[in-house]
């Protein structure tokens, strides 16, 4: 694997890290207040008016780019100008998306634009009776809205679940501002109470049972654990703006090629552990290497133990500067029952390491698949990925250093940099034995697999269920955090 070209670029990239003043700190610190104020205030869920406004200030900020002198700006602050322009152009792009979708649903949401502008209208002294009137009109057009899509009831063509599962998140979301926009006048507007108090309660609780509808009787969630895996793909077009945005110079096309180029090396490197492992081949060796995990309840003393052993072997070969305060502050958390739904394996959430463990609350075959999908040989090589050197070390810095630029990123310093370490430390020797090699090779697959799958499921080329088999039958994972690495892949 040829990474070299990487190391170098994420070497130059950091040491670029400017001294504060030396970038465009002031200049990105007004624009974050911009952008806050104004999602404070327009925050109307569905409303093509709020998209508009947002608009119109990404245009005032890309031209105060536009007029700056670029060629007058120091390195440090031309970097900040690309990252805060292509973070302006990809939130253009952006509103477009939601334009489109919000066309798809155009049918189903057309009578709520009342409701949308009277939730817009931040006046001090609204007209109550003519409020309440708009409230009522809105909770009876969700009934008849019901009753018209009812398979029961009604022959009219069903929405698709993808629009189903979309139209519900905007009635729950109107229902939450509702509260917050009937509080602003509750109780200050005397007469306000008495109008519109009851065509509240009986709007949100259409809003409710229509989303309930939308996703139980048209998408088929049901809140089981058969429910169905539904996403929604942004298609080509999208897409190839949103590589562009992240600044990767390939096209979807490219990628899935390069994917199933690293995909290949991955699986004649497995073959070659296996062999080594005595096993006939990677399923086996993989089967091997699942069945030595930690005992319930141990799972936290095993990355501890991991950690230190990451730490030492990056002090012994002076790989990496690691600040004393950076080693004393990580920790570790617990992923619940419940989360493990969406994160089945460990995750990073500043400043801990969150462990994905059997839970007694678990079925059997919970608990084994858990267990199974976090064993040690695994374990060996994600805890460096996500503390030292990978993420924890990667967000102390990041938090001291050049901090106008949290709120932008990018795949190579968030993913990119711990991925890189893997790789690295392939490389000099850390996974050591046939059965690290097998884990450590099992996570460069399943990073060649998200790259295939997630594509090509935006791509329209693989639905949900073709990319849980992809995951178990090609990379090895257990069909519990297939789902559940898919689940949060679309989601």
Known sequence: MKHLGF???????????????EGLDSLIAEFRADQTDLNAVRDV????????????LADQWLKRLDDLKYDSLSAAARIDWHLLRTSLIDGRQGSELQRAKLKEMEPLVSHLKPLQELMSDRSMKQDAEKAAGILARTAEDLKALRKQLNPEHSTQPKPSPVIAVRTAQIFDQLGSRLDRWFGFYDGFQPEFG?????????????????????RKDLAGLKGEPGDPLIGDPVGRQALSNQLSSEMIAHSADELLAIADKEFAWCEAEMARAATAMGCKDRKEALEKIKSSHAAPGGQVAAVQIEAERTIRFLKDKDLITIPKLAEETWGVSMVDAEQQKYLPYVAYSRPEMRVAYANESMSHEEKLMSMRGNNSAFLHIVTPHELIPGHHLQGFMASRYSTQRQMF???????????????LLWDLGYTATPEEKVGALFWRMHRCARVIVSLKFHLGEMNPEEM?????????HERAGATSEVRRYIG
Do not use: C, H, N
């Open 7 to 21: 190391s170098v670029w994420v070497v130059a990239a950091m040491s670029m890290a400017p001294l504060k003043g």
């Open 409 to 423: 990123s990018t795949p190579f310093f968030v993913e990119g940099w711990a991925l890189y370490w893997e790789m």
């Open 468 to 476: 849980i088999t992809f995951l178990v039958d090609r990379v090895g």
């Open 194 to 214: 008495w109008w519109a108090r009851q065509p509240v309660g009986e709007l949100k609780k259409e809003l409710e049972a229509t989303a309930a509808f939308f």
């Open 45 to 56: 869920p569905g409303s093509l008016a709020d998209l508009k406004r947002k608009d119109e």
